[in-house]
Each structure stands twice: as C-alpha cells, then as structure tokens.
C-alpha cells in the first residue's frame, strides 16, 4: 500500500536544535523538504554547512581508506554470514573519546602507508645507485673528485671495444706525456679515470670524446666508491628497518578496524544531520522545518515532540505539493517494493503494486529454473543469511527475494520435473541401468514436451497481462472514471475472454461474448469524438491493441527459452557426471567434482538471464498495462549505517 502522508510544519528554539535533528534521524520517519531559493526574503535564513560537511566527508574517507588498507591484516576478521556489530544510539549522539582515537589511529596508518611506499620507492633508486657504484669499487679516489691546482681528473666509462693502447698513444701526443690512464674495471662497459695537466684539457678532452668517453654523473661532494657502497647500504638497512616498524605499527593498527567501521558510520550520520541543517530556516532566536511525515507514524512523532518547547502542525497535502510515496507492505510486498522502485515510484495516491509484482516475479523466475533442487539451494542459503547476518535495509530484501523465488523454483521444480536438471534420471539410467525415473514431472519436461511448455507460458503471460489491464480498471474506478474502466479496459476482457471461449469450450458462445467486446470497443472508444463516423473510426483503430497484445503474450516465450537452455546445460553436465558408468570410485570422484561445478555455473549463467528477462516481463509488458508513474521515494532522515547496526529500543 502507499502511505497516507502529512504535511509537517515545525517551529523550534535554536537550543533545541542538536536534540530535535537526533530525535527526528533516529525516528526514521521524517522528510525533511529543502526550501528552495530564498535570497529575496530578508527575515529567515538557510545555513551554509559545506564546511563541516567536507570536514566530515575527508574524515569517512581516511577512516574507509584505513580499513581498506588495514583489513588484510586484522584477527577479528568477519565470517561470510556474520551479523553487523551493534553499537549503542548513545555513541552516536555523543561519541567518546575511541571514536576521536580510530579517527587518528586512521590518519597515522595512512601517514605510516604512505611514508612505507615512498621509503620503497628510495630503497629502489638506491639499488639503481648501488648498481652504478659497484664497477667503482676498486677505485681509490673519490668519485666527485675532478681535480686540484693543476691536476685534472676525469673519470667515467668507454665502449668495451676501445683499444687501451692506441688510445694511450693519442692522448701522450694531446698532452704531451703529462697524463696516467687507469682502467678501473670491465664489466657492460670499460670504466677509466684520466689524469692530466690542466692545460692539455681541451686536447685531452678532445680525444676521449672521439673515444665515445661518457664522464661519470656522481656528485662532487661524492666519497670513494667503498664508502659510497657502506654508507648506501646502511642507508637501504635503516630504510628497510623503518619499513619493517611501519608494518608492525600497521599490523597493531589493524585492532582498530571495529572502531574505524564504527567511526565511519558516526561520521556519515552526522553528515545527514548537517545536510538537513542546512534545509531548516533560521530566524532570530527560533528555526522553521518543513516536512513530510507517514500518517500511521504521527503519534510516535508527537511524543517526541511532547519534551520540547515548540508549534507543530500536521495538515493533509493539498494540489500542487510535492507529496513524497512511501511503499509500505509487510516483509513480502517490502522486498519487491526494491523492485518496483528500480522503475519509478507510483504516483502519490495511487495504487501500490509491490504485493502483485513479488508473485508474478516468483513465478516467472521459478518457471525459468524449474528446478527444485536449485530452489532448495536458494531456500537454504538465503534462510541460513537472514538467521546468521540479521541484515536489515536492502540485504534483507535481497535475501527475501532469493527466498521466494526459491520456494517458486522447488514448486516449478515438481511440477516440471527438475532436480538438478535431470540428475535422477541420468544415475537410474548410466549407473544403474534403470528406467525407474525416466518421467519425474507431473505436468511436463520442458526438453521432452516443448510444445507443451510453451503453451504454459503463454498462457501464463496472458494472466500476468490481463492482472495488468484488472489494476488499470481499478485505478479508472477510484478515479470516478467509470467508463474508461468498462468500456476502455472491460470490453478487452470480453475480447479475450470471447476467443479463449470461442476456441477452448464453446464457438458460439466464445463469438457472442467476443461480439459484445467488440461492440463495447468500437462504440465508445472514441467516445470523446462528437461526430459519430469519427467516433467509429476512433473505435475501429483502437482494435490495433489486439497486435500489440499479442506481441506481448509471444514476449513471455522468453520464459520457455530461458527453461530450455538451463535444462539442457543441466543435462549435459549429468551426462558428464555420470559417463563413468557403474559405481566405482573413479566414477564416484567424477560426481563430486563435476556436479556441484558444473550446476553452480549453470546457476550462475543461468540467474543472470532469469533476472534480466523477468525484470523486462515485468517492466514493459505488465507495467506498460496500468503503472501510473511520476512520484518520488520517500526519504526520511536516518542514520547512514554501513558497517554497524544500532539497538534502538525507544523507537522500535
């Protein structure tokens, strides 16, 4: 059903502000509305949080980069289908000093992660400098030196093919015999050192360069090789040791992580509290609030209200607000609520559907598995889910949904003959040569008797549309529209309630309800029409919806394709399974490892499909009948929970 709602006006004092805002959040039942532009009234004000909001938006990300950073590594680690944590209401109203702690904690392991990865990235270049030092090893002088008084020094490498000699004898000539060459080592290239006299540079210069002389880059206040190579690799220990450090201050850090999560959340709920500040308009000593609240929740906010000093009125909306819709079923109607609104939200005072939509949804996808060994796996783990998580929000209507359709799937399963596709009969047949289980279903085999199948499935998609066109008369009905219920939609149930007579029972009798439909149609489609041959003619060419009827009806042959091919990939993974033949133990393993592989693959293929086209089924061929849509969610303020859970006694 869609919420009745009212219209909240709410007058307040300024020191009330803080613990009405908690109340109001915790509440869960309050939509707060935004103002819109007020720049041209001078007496009340909209605040500007921005500030804080960043403040508090960098805070959620340090604290979520942490725990990201730091889960890997935490003891506390939780189990698949655990249960979120549950904190007290009280923490997050008024947080205690652990909160403050997490939140440092998580800047410091930040801080300590980023200063590990520049540490690695220096460590790195200090092994490339380490690479360029060790040809240099032998090397007496320090590998800055160039030189004093008159003495120049040129050190650096030579292409491996240079002739020692020959080169000598060039640069006795450049410098008249005042130079000593010294080769320092051979590895990838020839390391040398020249020395000469300062006057002969430019010649000396000269001939290494036509040597392919490349001079080596160490800096000038640069030691011996030898102690370039101990000093960096000290300097790579102490790094490699803070790293080390890093780690175990990291690894300790990673107990903190439950109070991270908890901390995360604080802050993302006090960044709702800041937004709806900023809806709520500020006069001199008092704040207006204007809002939305469910009928059926009034008293809880009244009481609520009943501790403070301020004015609160409750009106019925009236044309042109901006009603918000609320879907609000039992545990059933509220999973596929999900899915309704994945569409588009119903129209304020519409019809909620979402009770409707959860069968027809079930069906569709039990009939598309028709398996009840698959429908027992969904029961079981989404039973298992909701008993060891206790999710709340959207995990519980997921897992809700999973559940129903599971039941619709062991349903279809019986009835068409699936237990793991056709597990029970390929071991009768290949292990123990029995035709016992050659037949399981009870109405038919979707892969032995298609046409069979495929004449269900329509048929069922002819009750899922005329459902539709039975809401569309309704919705005429509590319109006052009654001729658009009887004549625009009625008389398409006599057409289609003539030709399944005319063709399945009774061809007189089928022609003469189908008659009256038609009549009904062509009479007074275009009744708007003040001309009757135009009237006529608008009736006439309402007739064409029998086309896209039937377009609509041959959509639902989805359902028959889906079933077939995931019964037959069923099929072949059985026949797989059981080729080895009479019970063995070679073919005992070939069970174990292939069925439960090969059948939660085919779930997987299979569940993606099954999804799409049932959501398609129900989007445009069903809601296309009647969905009257145009409304907005309803978005009360709440806390903004993801890793905790909050024990609310005073408001549940």
Request: hydrophobic content about 40%; some cysteine; aromatic content about 8%.
């Amino acid at each position: 059903m869609i919420s009745r709602m009212k219209k909240l006006s709410l007058v307040l004092l300024k020191s009330d502000e803080e613990a009405v805002l908690n109340d109001l959040i915790w509440l869960k039942t309050v939509e707060v509305s935004d103002p819109g532009d007020i720049s041209n009234d001078s007496i009340v004000l909209k605040r500007d949080c921005s500030q804080e909001i960043l403040s508090s938006e960098n805070k959620i990300s340090s604290l979520e980069s942490a725990i990201k950073m730091l889960s890997p590594k935490r003891k506390d680690k939780k189990k698949l289908l655990s249960s979120k944590k549950v904190e007290s209401k009280e923490l997050f109203i008024h947080p205690d000093k652990s909160i403050e702690e997490a939140e440092q904690i998580a800047s410091d392991a930040l801080f300590l992660k980023e200063r590990n990865e520049k540490y690695k990235e220096d460590i790195r270049k200090l092994k490339i400098y380490l690479t360029s030092l060790t040809p240099w090893k032998d090397y007496s002088l320090p590998l800055g030196y160039s030189g004093d008084g008159s003495i120049r020094c040129e050190s650096g490498q030579l292409p491996l093919s240079t002739n020692l000699t020959q080169l000598s004898m060039k640069l006795e000539e450049a410098s008249e015999g005042a130079f000593e060459l010294t080769e320092i080592s051979r590895g990838n290239t020839l390391c040398v050192s020249v020395i000469f006299h300062r006057a002969y540079k430019n010649e000396v210069l000269n001939v290494l360069g036509e040597s392919g002389f490349t001079k080596n880059l160490f800096p000038v206040n640069s030691k011996t090789a030898k102690e370039e190579i101990a000093q960096t690799e000290d300097r790579i220990k102490e790094l490699e040791k803070a790293i080390k450090d890093a780690e175990s201050k990291l690894e300790e850090y990673s107990g903190y992580c439950s109070k991270m999560e908890t901390a995360a959340d604080i802050e993302r709920t006090k960044v709702v509290k800041l937004r709806h500040k900023e809806r709520i308009l500020e006069t001199g000593h008092t704040l207006l609030m204007t809002g939305w609240v469910p009928e059926r929740n009034v008293g809880k906010l009244e009481r609520k209200l009943e501790k403070y000093t301020c004015f609160c009125e409750l009106s019925d909306p009236v044309d042109g607000d901006d009603v918000p819709t609320e879907l609000y079923n039992g545990p059933f109607g509220d999973a596929y609520s999900m899915i309704v609104s994945m569409y588009g939200y119903p129209k304020y005072g519409s019809v909620d559907h979402s009770f409707i939509t959860g069968i027809f949804f079930a069906l569709r996808l039990g009939m598309i598995f028709s398996d009840a060994g698959y429908g027992l796996l969904f029961v079981l783990v989404s039973i298992l889910g909701l008993i060891k998580m206790k999710p709340e929000g959207g995990t519980k209507r997921i897992l809700i949904i999973v559940l129903t359709c599971g039941v619709s799937c062991i349903i279809c399963g019986v009835l068409f003959g699936g237990y793991f596709g056709d597990l029970p009969t390929q071991i009768a047949q290949n292990i123990f040569h029995s035709h016992d289980l050659d037949n399981l279903a009870i109405i038919c085999n979707p892969v032995s008797e298609p046409m069979t199948f495929i004449v269900i499935a329509l048929v069922a998609g002819v009750v899922h549309l005329l459902t539709g066109l039975g809401i569309q008369m309704v919705q005429y009905f509590k319109k006052g529209d009654w001729k658009a219920a009887v004549f625009d939609v009625g008389s398409w149930f006599f057409i289609y309630i003539g030709l399944a007579v005319m063709f399945l029972v009774n061809k007189i009798a089928g022609m003469i309800v189908l008659g009256i439909g038609l009549l009904m149609l062509i009479s007074m489609k275009g009744r708007a029409k003040k001309n009757i041959i135009s009237r006529i003619f608008g009736g006439i060419a309402g007739l064409y919806d029998m086309v896209n009827f039937a377009t609509d009806v041959l959509s639902y042959s989805r359902i028959f394709a889906l079933a077939l091919s995931g019964a037959v990939i069923a099929s072949v993974v059985n026949t797989l399974a059981t080729m080895g033949g009479s019970i063995s133990v070679g073919s005992i393993i070939m069970m174990i490892i292939i069925v439960p592989f090969g059948h939660l693959l085919n779930i997987a293929v299979s569940a993606i499909g099954a999804f799409v086209h049932t959501l398609r089924l129900q989007f445009l061929e069903f809601y296309g009948k009647f969905f009257d849509e145009g409304g907005r969610g309803f978005e009360p303020a709440a806390p903004d929970l993801k890793y905790v859970s909050v024990k609310d006694t005073e408001n549940s």
